[in-house]
């Protein structure tokens, strides 16, 4: 008898210490966080591990986390969070409404389910590897040097990546499903590269808007992309101005665009025709099959400097490409 007694509390016991296994280590926190300019985390009791200046993450966030400190590493280290920006818009009598910019800024390895990751200014920062389901996408309103990289975003309620000002590359990254467009080009972007991105199955694949008392989008590089049964691939909006005009190859490699139907007689992969986006712009070299995009791995601590290596050798490439353009232009005049 005791024997049994014995049994039935053991059981009982292991039930308990099963049933709580899986709520072991689980650590969730609500309510706005910020890692505020001074370094600090608010509230302290936030699942974020400090080292220097690298933030990372220890648990789910269920809101938003504001990163007001420049020279800032933010590792979600597969963890949810419901976004991630910058400082936010605020009124004082003497500015009117103004936000603080940030510069030098990481945000890697996050899970964002709802929410986006959204920057009114920021310059020469790096976002990658991140993963976002639904929302708000990434949105880098302006801001230089900026690097967006190896995200992965899926059914966006509008759109996918914004990208504003100038210098900045959108490379390897993910856009499917968005209810609005993939990439968006904004009225004063030009320089930029986009390159390397899946855009697949969005309701438009690339926008681009020009306006006459804010200059248009011009002169980006956009080349290596897959635009894969998207409704509608390239948007180009105008209001009282000319056209964005962009190179949409890189003097040898185009897009792959899955409603081309021209041929490759030679077998070099590229058509013999070019992709015909409108009047101003054409694909020259249009891929014949898919283009490889790679899955981008977790990213470690040492992934910034990395990825200014690819930056600036991705530069170089745009660059020596757009001088040999000039210098051909100039010889036609």
Request: glycine share 10%; aromatic share 10%; no cysteine.
């Given at each position: 008898?005791?024997?049994?007694?014995?049994?039935?509390?053991?059981?009982?016991?292991?039930?308990?210490?099963?049933?709580?296994?899986?709520?072991?280590?689980?650590?969730?926190?609500?309510?706005?966080?910020?890692?505020?300019?001074?370094?600090?985390?608010?509230?302290?009791?936030?699942?974020?591990?400090?080292?220097?200046?690298?933030?990372?993450?220890?648990?789910?966030?269920?809101?938003?986390?504001?990163l007001e400190r420049n020279n800032t590493v933010f590792d979600g280290a597969g963890y949810t969070v419901g976004g991630i920006s910058g400082?936010?818009?605020?009124?004082?009598?003497d500015k009117?409404?103004?936000?603080?910019?940030?510069?030098?800024?990481?945000?890697?390895?996050?899970?964002?389910?709802?929410?986006?990751?959204?920057?009114?200014?920021?310059?020469?920062?790096?976002?990658?590897?991140?993963?976002?389901?639904?929302?708000?996408?990434?949105?880098?309103?302006?801001?230089?040097?900026?690097?967006?990289?190896?995200?992965?975003?899926?059914?966006?309620?509008?759109?996918?990546?914004y990208v504003g000002n100038t210098n900045n590359t959108v490379i390897g990254n993910y856009v499917i499903g968005t209810n609005g467009t993939a990439i968006s080009l904004?009225?004063?972007?030009?320089n930029n590269t986009i390159a390397g991105n899946q855009i697949k199955n969005n309701k438009v694949g690339i926008s681009t808007l020009s306006v006459y008392s804010q200059g248009g989008t011009r002169d980006n590089s956009i080349y290596n992309n897959n635009f894969i049964n998207n409704t509608k691939n390239?948007?180009?909006?105008?209001?009282?101005t000319e056209v964005s005009v962009?190179?949409?190859?890189n003097g040898a490699v185009g897009n792959y665009w899955s409603d081309y139907n021209g041929t490759d007689n030679n077998g070099d992969g590229i058509g013999d025709t070019p992709y015909i986006i409108d009047e101003n712009n054409q694909d020259n070299y249009p891929l014949m099959e898919p283009a490889d995009i790679p899955v981008i791995p977790e990213f470690p601590s040492w992934t910034p400097l990395f990825l200014t290596f690819v930056v600036l050798a991705v530069t170089l490439a745009v660059y020596k490409r757009k001088?040999?353009?000039?210098?051909?232009?100039?010889?036609?005049i």
């Open positions: 008898m005791k024997n049994f007694i014995s049994s039935i509390v053991l059981l009982l016991f292991l039930s308990v210490v099963l049933f709580s296994l899986p709520q072991i280590g689980i650590v969730k926190a609500n309510g706005t966080i910020y890692v505020r300019a001074d370094g600090s985390i608010d509230p302290s009791t936030a699942p974020i591990q400090r080292n220097e200046e690298v933030y990372t993450l220890v648990g789910d966030i269920e809101d938003y986390v504001i400082p936010p818009v605020v009124w004082t009598e009117g409404w103004h936000h603080n910019s940030t510069i030098y800024l990481t945000i890697v390895n996050a899970v964002i389910n709802g929410g986006g990751i959204t920057f009114a200014t920021s310059s020469n920062s790096i976002i990658a590897n991140n993963t976002l389901n639904g929302g708000r996408g990434i949105s880098w309103g302006n801001g230089k040097g900026n690097i967006i990289y190896g995200n992965r975003i899926t059914n966006s309620n509008s759109t996918g990546i904004s009225m004063s972007s030009y390239v948007s180009n909006d105008v209001i009282i962009n190179f949409w190859d001088l040999r353009n000039h210098n051909q232009r100039e010889e036609l």
